[in-house]
Protein backbone atom coordinates (compact mmCIF):
# COMPACT_ATOMS: atom_id res chain seq x y z
CA UNK A 1 0.00 0.00 0.00
CA UNK A 2 1.53 3.74 -0.96
CA UNK A 3 0.42 6.48 1.16
CA UNK A 4 0.44 9.80 -0.28
CA UNK A 5 0.35 13.07 1.44
CA UNK A 6 -0.11 16.54 0.27
CA UNK A 7 1.04 19.36 2.61
CA UNK A 8 -1.48 19.49 5.40
CA UNK A 9 -2.25 20.11 9.42
CA UNK A 10 -4.57 18.02 11.39
CA UNK A 11 -7.34 19.95 13.85
CA UNK A 12 -10.01 17.70 16.20
CA UNK A 13 -10.00 15.72 19.24
CA UNK A 14 -8.82 11.90 19.12
CA UNK A 15 -9.03 8.74 21.69
CA UNK A 16 -5.56 6.96 21.62
CA UNK A 17 -5.34 3.65 20.69
CA UNK A 18 -5.40 0.83 23.38
CA UNK A 19 -2.37 0.12 24.63
CA UNK A 20 -0.46 -2.75 22.89
CA UNK A 21 2.15 -3.00 25.75
CA UNK A 22 -0.37 -3.88 28.53
CA UNK A 23 -3.15 -5.32 26.20
CA UNK A 24 -0.60 -8.25 25.69
CA UNK A 25 0.01 -8.30 29.61
CA UNK A 26 -3.67 -8.59 30.73
CA UNK A 27 -4.44 -11.08 28.18
CA UNK A 28 -1.42 -13.33 29.33
CA UNK A 29 -3.08 -12.15 32.93
CA UNK A 30 -6.15 -13.15 32.20
CA UNK A 31 -5.27 -16.84 30.86
CA UNK A 32 -2.88 -17.31 33.91
CA UNK A 33 -5.86 -16.60 36.43
CA UNK A 34 -7.65 -19.33 36.30
CA UNK A 35 -11.02 -17.50 36.04
CA UNK A 36 -13.09 -16.34 32.80
CA UNK A 37 -11.91 -12.17 32.68
CA UNK A 38 -13.46 -9.88 30.15
CA UNK A 39 -11.41 -7.08 28.61
CA UNK A 40 -12.27 -3.92 26.93
CA UNK A 41 -10.77 -1.46 24.92
CA UNK A 42 -8.77 -3.80 23.19
CA UNK A 43 -7.23 -2.74 19.41
CA UNK A 44 -6.86 -5.68 17.14
CA UNK A 45 -3.27 -4.63 16.37
CA UNK A 46 -1.18 -7.53 14.36
CA UNK A 47 0.86 -8.23 17.04
CA UNK A 48 -2.37 -8.38 19.91
CA UNK A 49 -3.76 -11.06 17.30
CA UNK A 50 -0.66 -12.98 17.49
CA UNK A 51 -1.18 -13.08 21.66
CA UNK A 52 -4.48 -14.28 21.07
CA UNK A 53 -3.43 -16.73 18.57
CA UNK A 54 -1.37 -18.07 21.15
CA UNK A 55 -3.30 -18.52 24.18
CA UNK A 56 -5.85 -20.12 21.96
CA UNK A 57 -2.84 -22.59 21.10
CA UNK A 58 -2.12 -23.63 23.79
CA UNK A 59 -5.91 -24.06 24.89
CA UNK A 60 -7.26 -20.98 26.07
CA UNK A 61 -10.98 -20.24 24.74
CA UNK A 62 -11.07 -16.89 24.05
CA UNK A 63 -13.85 -14.75 22.41
CA UNK A 64 -14.03 -11.28 20.69
CA UNK A 65 -16.92 -8.86 20.46
CA UNK A 66 -16.31 -5.53 18.73
CA UNK A 67 -13.42 -4.28 21.33
CA UNK A 68 -13.92 -6.51 23.91
CA UNK A 69 -12.62 -9.71 24.46
CA UNK A 70 -13.20 -12.73 26.95
CA UNK A 71 -10.64 -14.96 28.00
CA UNK A 72 -12.08 -18.66 29.13
CA UNK A 73 -8.66 -20.19 30.80
CA UNK A 74 -10.06 -23.64 32.14
CA UNK A 75 -8.46 -25.37 29.51
CA UNK A 76 -5.15 -23.50 28.73
CA UNK A 77 -1.84 -25.13 28.86
CA UNK A 78 -3.24 -28.58 28.05
CA UNK A 79 -2.61 -28.82 24.55
CA UNK A 80 -0.56 -31.41 23.37
CA UNK A 81 2.63 -30.62 21.26
CA UNK A 82 1.34 -27.06 20.29
CA UNK A 83 2.37 -24.76 17.39
CA UNK A 84 2.06 -21.03 18.15
CA UNK A 85 2.12 -18.46 15.66
CA UNK A 86 3.69 -15.25 16.13
CA UNK A 87 3.53 -13.54 13.39
CA UNK A 88 6.21 -10.54 13.25
CA UNK A 89 5.47 -9.72 17.11
CA UNK A 90 8.70 -9.90 19.34
CA UNK A 91 6.56 -9.73 22.44
CA UNK A 92 4.69 -11.87 21.82
CA UNK A 93 7.78 -14.74 20.97
CA UNK A 94 9.48 -13.56 24.09
CA UNK A 95 6.34 -13.73 26.29
CA UNK A 96 5.58 -17.03 25.27
CA UNK A 97 8.78 -18.68 25.28
CA UNK A 98 9.33 -19.29 29.10
CA UNK A 99 5.11 -20.63 29.34
CA UNK A 100 6.03 -23.28 26.57
CA UNK A 101 9.03 -24.49 28.62
CA UNK A 102 6.25 -24.80 31.45
CA UNK A 103 5.19 -27.70 29.34
CA UNK A 104 7.41 -30.48 29.88
CA UNK A 105 6.60 -31.40 26.39
CA UNK A 106 7.85 -29.96 22.51
CA UNK A 107 6.71 -26.89 21.35
CA UNK A 108 7.25 -24.72 18.27
CA UNK A 109 6.93 -20.95 18.02
CA UNK A 110 6.36 -19.72 14.45
CA UNK A 111 7.00 -16.23 12.99
CA UNK A 112 8.42 -14.02 10.25
CA UNK A 113 12.12 -14.37 9.23
CA UNK A 114 13.04 -10.96 10.73
CA UNK A 115 11.34 -11.58 14.02
CA UNK A 116 13.36 -14.63 14.58
CA UNK A 117 16.37 -12.96 13.69
CA UNK A 118 15.83 -10.62 16.87
CA UNK A 119 18.20 -11.65 19.88
CA UNK A 120 16.86 -14.99 21.88
CA UNK A 121 19.99 -15.19 23.80
CA UNK A 122 18.63 -15.20 27.57
CA UNK A 123 16.38 -17.90 26.47
CA UNK A 124 19.02 -20.24 24.93
CA UNK A 125 21.17 -19.77 27.38
CA UNK A 126 19.12 -20.81 29.86
CA UNK A 127 17.46 -23.97 28.21
CA UNK A 128 21.50 -24.70 27.99
CA UNK A 129 21.94 -24.50 31.50
CA UNK A 130 18.96 -26.40 32.57
CA UNK A 131 19.90 -29.22 29.74
CA UNK A 132 16.55 -28.39 27.89
CA UNK A 133 15.70 -28.17 23.83
CA UNK A 134 16.10 -25.28 22.15
CA UNK A 135 16.30 -25.00 18.02
CA UNK A 136 16.19 -22.42 15.92
CA UNK A 137 16.01 -21.94 12.47
CA UNK A 138 14.83 -18.73 10.09
CA UNK A 139 11.05 -19.52 10.65
CA UNK A 140 10.71 -21.37 14.08
CA UNK A 141 11.83 -22.33 17.21
CA UNK A 142 10.98 -25.45 18.80
CA UNK A 143 12.02 -26.46 22.24
CA UNK A 144 11.28 -28.52 25.27
CA UNK A 145 11.84 -28.69 29.06
CA UNK A 146 10.51 -28.77 32.31
CA UNK A 147 11.01 -24.82 33.85
CA UNK A 148 10.97 -25.36 37.65
CA UNK A 149 9.81 -22.28 40.34
CA UNK A 150 13.32 -21.31 41.81
CA UNK A 151 15.79 -18.53 41.71
CA UNK A 152 17.24 -17.31 38.25
CA UNK A 153 19.39 -14.31 36.85
CA UNK A 154 18.75 -12.45 33.86
CA UNK A 155 20.65 -9.74 31.93
CA UNK A 156 18.67 -6.51 32.15
CA UNK A 157 20.84 -5.03 29.07
CA UNK A 158 19.11 -6.86 26.03
CA UNK A 159 15.04 -6.88 26.09
CA UNK A 160 13.03 -6.10 29.37
CA UNK A 161 10.87 -9.08 27.12
CA UNK A 162 12.63 -11.74 28.93
CA UNK A 163 12.28 -10.49 32.33
CA UNK A 164 8.36 -10.54 31.84
CA UNK A 165 8.41 -13.84 29.84
CA UNK A 166 10.08 -15.86 32.46
CA UNK A 167 8.01 -13.87 35.24
CA UNK A 168 4.52 -15.09 33.35
CA UNK A 169 6.17 -18.76 33.43
CA UNK A 170 6.89 -18.21 37.30
CA UNK A 171 3.27 -17.28 38.16
CA UNK A 172 2.05 -20.22 35.84
CA UNK A 173 4.54 -22.60 38.09
CA UNK A 174 2.96 -21.08 41.83
CA UNK A 175 5.65 -21.82 43.67
CA UNK A 176 8.35 -19.11 45.34
CA UNK A 177 10.56 -18.00 43.04
CA UNK A 178 12.56 -15.07 42.52
CA UNK A 179 14.57 -13.19 39.31
CA UNK A 180 18.07 -11.42 40.10
CA UNK A 181 18.72 -8.95 36.90
CA UNK A 182 22.07 -8.39 35.85
CA UNK A 183 22.57 -4.19 35.86
CA UNK A 184 22.37 -2.54 33.84
CA UNK A 185 18.83 -2.58 33.82
CA UNK A 186 16.94 -0.86 30.43
CA UNK A 187 13.33 -0.73 29.92
CA UNK A 188 12.29 -1.39 33.37
CA UNK A 189 9.03 0.42 32.96
CA UNK A 190 7.96 -2.46 30.63
CA UNK A 191 8.51 -5.05 33.62
CA UNK A 192 7.37 -2.22 35.92
CA UNK A 193 3.49 -2.74 33.40
CA UNK A 194 3.95 -6.80 33.70
CA UNK A 195 4.02 -6.76 37.60
CA UNK A 196 1.07 -3.92 37.63
CA UNK A 197 -0.65 -6.12 35.30
CA UNK A 198 -0.58 -9.43 36.95
CA UNK A 199 -1.54 -7.89 40.88
CA UNK A 200 -4.68 -6.73 38.81
CA UNK A 201 -5.30 -10.67 38.84
CA UNK A 202 -4.03 -10.99 42.39
CA UNK A 203 -0.69 -12.73 41.54
CA UNK A 204 1.82 -11.66 44.51
CA UNK A 205 5.20 -10.51 42.49
CA UNK A 206 6.98 -7.14 43.28
CA UNK A 207 10.36 -5.55 43.05
CA UNK A 208 12.36 -6.06 46.55
CA UNK A 209 14.99 -3.92 45.38
CA UNK A 210 16.36 -2.17 42.25
CA UNK A 211 16.99 -5.53 40.60
CA UNK A 212 14.99 -7.93 42.15
CA UNK A 213 11.60 -9.48 41.84
CA UNK A 214 10.42 -12.19 43.95
CA UNK A 215 7.17 -13.90 42.69
CA UNK A 216 5.47 -15.89 46.28
CA UNK A 217 2.49 -18.65 45.65
CA UNK A 218 -1.08 -17.02 45.55
CA UNK A 219 -4.55 -16.97 45.08
CA UNK A 220 -5.25 -15.46 41.50
CA UNK A 221 -8.28 -13.84 41.04
CA UNK A 222 -10.77 -12.81 38.03
CA UNK A 223 -10.32 -8.89 37.01
CA UNK A 224 -12.34 -7.29 34.30
CA UNK A 225 -11.57 -3.90 33.23
CA UNK A 226 -10.44 -1.62 30.34
CA UNK A 227 -7.27 -1.65 28.45
CA UNK A 228 -5.91 2.13 28.61
CA UNK A 229 -4.68 4.03 25.95
CA UNK A 230 -0.87 4.01 24.32
CA UNK A 231 0.92 6.73 25.00
CA UNK A 232 3.71 4.95 22.08
CA UNK A 233 1.01 5.62 19.29
CA UNK A 234 -0.19 8.85 20.62
CA UNK A 235 3.10 10.25 20.43
CA UNK A 236 2.85 10.05 16.65
CA UNK A 237 -0.08 11.96 16.74
CA UNK A 238 1.16 14.38 18.93
CA UNK A 239 4.14 15.07 16.95
CA UNK A 240 1.70 16.98 14.17
CA UNK A 241 1.10 19.19 16.97
CA UNK A 242 4.81 20.24 17.37
CA UNK A 243 4.66 20.88 13.23
CA UNK A 244 1.56 23.31 13.60
CA UNK A 245 -1.24 21.21 14.16
CA UNK A 246 -3.90 21.32 16.71
CA UNK A 247 -5.03 17.90 17.96
CA UNK A 248 -6.57 16.88 21.49
CA UNK A 249 -5.52 13.68 22.33
CA UNK A 250 -8.14 11.72 25.07
CA UNK A 251 -8.03 8.44 26.79
CA UNK A 252 -4.27 8.57 28.22
CA UNK A 253 -4.44 8.01 32.04
CA UNK A 254 -1.69 10.54 33.38
CA UNK A 255 -1.30 8.28 36.45
CA UNK A 256 0.47 5.24 33.54
CA UNK A 257 3.26 3.57 34.73
CA UNK A 258 4.03 3.58 30.26
CA UNK A 259 7.72 4.61 30.09
CA UNK A 260 6.69 6.29 26.44
CA UNK A 261 5.13 8.95 28.48
CA UNK A 262 8.27 10.62 28.40
CA UNK A 263 7.51 11.62 24.69
CA UNK A 264 6.02 14.88 25.83
CA UNK A 265 8.64 16.23 27.57
CA UNK A 266 11.57 14.94 24.91
CA UNK A 267 9.27 16.32 22.51
CA UNK A 268 9.18 20.11 24.21
CA UNK A 269 12.81 19.85 24.30
CA UNK A 270 13.50 19.16 20.92
CA UNK A 271 10.97 22.30 19.76
CA UNK A 272 13.10 23.88 22.22
CA UNK A 273 16.87 23.71 21.16
CA UNK A 274 18.95 20.74 20.13
CA UNK A 275 18.94 18.17 22.88
CA UNK A 276 20.66 15.31 24.12
CA UNK A 277 18.45 12.70 25.10
CA UNK A 278 18.60 9.20 26.34
CA UNK A 279 16.59 6.35 24.35
CA UNK A 280 17.91 3.37 26.35
CA UNK A 281 14.24 3.29 28.11
CA UNK A 282 12.16 4.82 25.22
CA UNK A 283 13.61 2.71 21.87
CA UNK A 284 10.20 2.74 20.53
CA UNK A 285 10.07 6.61 20.25
CA UNK A 286 13.43 6.57 18.25
CA UNK A 287 11.52 6.87 15.26
CA UNK A 288 9.23 9.98 15.46
CA UNK A 289 12.17 11.82 17.62
CA UNK A 290 14.27 11.57 15.34
CA UNK A 291 11.56 12.54 12.91
CA UNK A 292 10.70 15.75 14.72
CA UNK A 293 14.43 16.71 15.01
CA UNK A 294 15.24 16.45 11.73
CA UNK A 295 11.89 19.35 11.43
CA UNK A 296 13.66 21.52 13.95
CA UNK A 297 16.94 22.16 14.92
CA UNK A 298 18.04 18.47 15.48
CA UNK A 299 19.24 16.94 18.30
CA UNK A 300 21.42 13.92 20.02
CA UNK A 301 20.50 10.65 21.33
CA UNK A 302 21.93 8.15 23.18
CA UNK A 303 21.41 4.83 24.14
CA UNK A 304 20.64 3.81 20.43
CA UNK A 305 22.02 0.71 19.76
CA UNK A 306 18.91 -1.81 20.42
CA UNK A 307 16.99 0.11 17.60
CA UNK A 308 19.27 -2.61 15.21
CA UNK A 309 17.03 -5.41 16.27
CA UNK A 310 13.33 -4.11 16.29
CA UNK A 311 10.81 -4.17 13.15
CA UNK A 312 14.14 -2.91 10.99
CA UNK A 313 17.24 -1.51 11.83
CA UNK A 314 15.35 1.72 13.05
CA UNK A 315 18.62 4.08 13.12
CA UNK A 316 19.59 2.75 9.68
CA UNK A 317 16.03 2.52 8.18
CA UNK A 318 15.02 6.65 9.18
CA UNK A 319 18.85 7.70 7.69
CA UNK A 320 18.12 5.68 4.18
CA UNK A 321 14.64 7.59 4.22
CA UNK A 322 15.85 11.13 5.62
CA UNK A 323 18.61 11.02 2.73
CA UNK A 324 15.99 10.72 0.24
CA UNK A 325 14.72 13.86 1.68
CA UNK A 326 17.83 15.89 1.21
CA UNK A 327 18.46 14.68 5.06
CA UNK A 328 20.35 11.72 7.09
CA UNK A 329 21.72 10.91 10.59
CA UNK A 330 25.36 10.30 11.94
CA UNK A 331 25.92 7.47 13.77
CA UNK A 332 28.39 7.22 16.68
CA UNK A 333 28.68 4.97 19.41
CA UNK A 334 25.84 3.83 20.90
CA UNK A 335 24.62 7.56 20.20
CA UNK A 336 22.59 8.80 16.60
CA UNK A 337 22.88 12.47 16.38
CA UNK A 338 20.43 14.42 13.89
CA UNK A 339 21.94 17.17 12.60
CA UNK A 340 19.49 20.36 11.61
CA UNK A 341 18.44 19.73 8.09
CA UNK A 342 16.16 21.15 5.25
CA UNK A 343 14.13 18.47 4.25
CA UNK A 344 11.75 18.48 0.54
CA UNK A 345 10.34 15.98 -1.23
CA UNK A 346 12.54 14.96 -4.26
CA UNK A 347 9.37 12.53 -6.21
CA UNK A 348 10.67 9.29 -5.22
CA UNK A 349 8.64 7.18 -2.92
CA UNK A 350 9.59 6.60 0.67
CA UNK A 351 10.44 3.11 1.50
CA UNK A 352 8.21 1.98 4.90
CA UNK A 353 11.07 -0.63 5.40
CA UNK A 354 8.17 -3.05 6.93
CA UNK A 355 8.30 -0.85 10.33
CA UNK A 356 5.38 0.15 11.46
CA UNK A 357 6.85 3.18 13.28
CA UNK A 358 8.76 3.85 10.46
CA UNK A 359 5.64 4.64 8.12
CA UNK A 360 4.20 6.84 11.42
CA UNK A 361 7.26 8.89 11.92
CA UNK A 362 7.56 9.57 8.22
CA UNK A 363 3.99 10.02 8.00
CA UNK A 364 4.84 13.00 10.14
CA UNK A 365 6.85 14.45 7.86
CA UNK A 366 5.24 13.65 4.90
CA UNK A 367 2.53 15.98 6.35
CA UNK A 368 5.00 18.60 6.08
CA UNK A 369 6.67 18.44 2.59
CA UNK A 370 4.06 16.36 1.06
CA UNK A 371 5.29 12.91 -0.64
CA UNK A 372 4.57 9.13 -0.84
CA UNK A 373 5.66 6.15 1.14
CA UNK A 374 5.41 2.49 0.23
CA UNK A 375 4.69 -0.10 2.46
CA UNK A 376 2.25 1.43 4.19
CA UNK A 377 0.18 -1.23 5.53
CA UNK A 378 2.99 -1.93 8.11
CA UNK A 379 1.15 0.14 10.81
CA UNK A 380 -1.35 -2.66 10.94
CA UNK A 381 1.54 -4.55 13.57
CA UNK A 382 0.59 -2.01 16.42
CA UNK A 383 -2.26 0.72 14.83
CA UNK A 384 -4.30 -0.18 12.42
CA UNK A 385 -6.26 2.70 11.99
CA UNK A 386 -3.53 4.66 11.82
CA UNK A 387 -4.43 6.53 8.07
CA UNK A 388 -8.48 6.35 9.11
CA UNK A 389 -8.13 8.46 12.13
CA UNK A 390 -5.38 10.89 10.72
CA UNK A 391 -7.94 11.34 7.52
CA UNK A 392 -10.42 11.81 9.75
CA UNK A 393 -8.71 14.95 12.00
CA UNK A 394 -7.84 16.33 8.17
CA UNK A 395 -4.81 14.70 7.01
CA UNK A 396 -4.48 14.58 3.10
CA UNK A 397 -3.28 11.21 2.32
CA UNK A 398 -4.38 8.99 -0.54
CA UNK A 399 -4.07 5.21 -0.19
CA UNK A 400 -3.28 2.87 -2.90
Do not use: W
Not at 267 to 286: A, H, N, Q, W
Request: charged share 25%.
Amino acid sequence: MIATFRPCLLKGIIDAPASKSMAHRYLIGAALSGHTCTLTGVDYSEDILASIDCLRALGADISADKDTVTVDPRRFMSVESPVLECRESGSTLRFFIPLALCLGRRVTLRGSERLLERPLTVYEELCREKGFEFYKDKNSVTLCGGLESGEYKVRGDISSQFISGLIFALVYLGGSSAIEIIPPFESRSYVDLTVSALKSFGADVAFTDENRIEIKSSEMKAFSGKIEGDFSNAAFLDAFNCIGSEIEIKNLRQDSLQGDRVYADYFDRISEGTPVLDISDCPDLGPVLFALAALKNGAVFTGTDRLRVKESDRGAAMHEELSRLGGGLVFGNNTITVPKQALSYKGEPLDGHNDHRIVMAMSVILSKTGGAISGAEAVRKSYPAFFEDIKRLGAEVNLQ
